[in-house]
């Protein structure tokens, strides 16, 4: 085993779904308040809502873009990178992603082109529909793939084989029972309303600072109009979310829960909720910490006196601490797991009470008044992609050692014959690219931004151009004495002579 090849390939992981997962949550949260954006089209009439769908798709097709992009070298690196880990979950996971491809990616490319380039091309309900499907792919996209990741963290519906040369692989045996393993319901609410809360925190964002520089008042102010009490309903429901993965965590990862609350020992009575503290992990105790005595005990068990499984206890252990290993093989790295998850905590506490806030200024007629809280709404979108990546390194570091909780240790995935170079030079390399798209995309992004929406009233006129010149033909085609559009009128602007 090269111990440096694992700690590299470790870290390129990390580093390339980090990257990655900085976008797909945009674009989920994104979708959604554009359907909203368009059905208020449709339903009003008013075209400062399509300047505002036609507006924030530029925006959804450069993420998503992104999105793709930086997805595809994460499938590589499980045949370079980790080829024993693949072989181990390749027939749990072919049938996942192939629903995926299926159900979600079909979907999304089926109608993108369509609500990209479609605005002119078809009817307006029609576009509707298609930003609805592409919206609700990207959300299928996420379902399929918290399923999978779900199952290497609570395993369900499958039994191991192993092949006469001694590999061992798991195999399904039962697909719902994959699908609905122990932990997915819970991680896949609270990973979609994470995405939520970031599209509406990008919404408010661009809208702030546009207020900011005084210009698209109108755009702006309804801009956060719908995504200031969409973030704000998201982030109440994150904390009821974020409490059902608590429990749930308790339940079949206890060695995790213990190591986000730097639980190391067990006592009698209730066990203190930290809120904040720094683990010391040689004399097994938080320094420095904040803590609220039997807390965790409550949101846990509903009551303040019975105790939380600890770090010191073998049930940890999947399956029970093997005889002549140490019980501290099995602890993830307490340091980052705990500060993790607690910044993510405290930034979720910030976005429910800036949200309700700024709904209370908003109600006395004094949100767009004040600057400072609209400056905090600018520089607020990095609030929600610090929290989704904070949530994913608090939610795959707690599971350590293992890569499939009690079947596959991280170690014993890694391919046999790569080694420490050619990780390193990868390393290198994926570094220099994703530097150069992310300041591709950043400049683009930035004039997107600084563009801004098209005119309402220019929108109105050309809807009222091709709408005269839809019911003109319709007309001709109802009248037999005129054969074509040129006929009943002459030829149209434009046409050769």
Known sequence: MDETALLLS?????FTIGFHYLFPPLTIGLGLLMVIMEGLFLWTKEHQYEAMAKFWTKIFALIFAMGVASGIVMEFQFGTNWSYYSRFVGDVFGSALAAEGIFAFFLESGFLAILVFGWDKVRPPMHFFSTLMVSLGSIFSAVWIIIANSWQQTPAGHHLVTSASGFTRAEIVDFWQLVFNPSTIERLTHTLVGAFIAGAFLVLSVSAFYLLRNRHQDFARRSIAIALPFAAVFSLLALLTGHSNGVMIAKHQPGKLAAFEGHFTTQEG???LYLVGVPNVAERRVDYGLAIPGALSFLVHGDWTTPVTALDDPAIVPGGLPAGEAIEDYWPPIHLSFQSYHIMVGLGMFFIALTLFSLLQWWRGKLFEQRWLL??????IAGPLIANQLGWIAAEVGR??????????????????????????????????????????????????????????????????????????????????????????GPKPGDPR
């Open 270 to 272: 209730g066990t203190p």
């Open 375 to 380: 400056w905090i709404f600018v520089f607020g």
């Open 10 to 14: 470790r870290i390129q992981f990390a």
């Open 400 to 489: 350590q050692p293992w890569i499939v909780w009690g079947l596959l240790k991280t170690r014993d995935g890694i391919s046999p014959t790569v080694s420490a170079i050619d990780v390193g030079i990868s390393i290198g390399l994926f570094g220099l690219i994703y530097l150069l798209l992310l300041a591709v995309w950043l400049f683009v992004l930035d004039s997107k931004i600084r563009h801004g929406p098209e005119d309402p009233a220019d929108l109105e006129r050309e809807f009222k151009a091709r709408r005269g010149w839809i019911l003109a033909a319709a007309a001709v085609r109802t009248d037999p004495s005129q054969s074509s559009y040129t006929d009943a009128h």
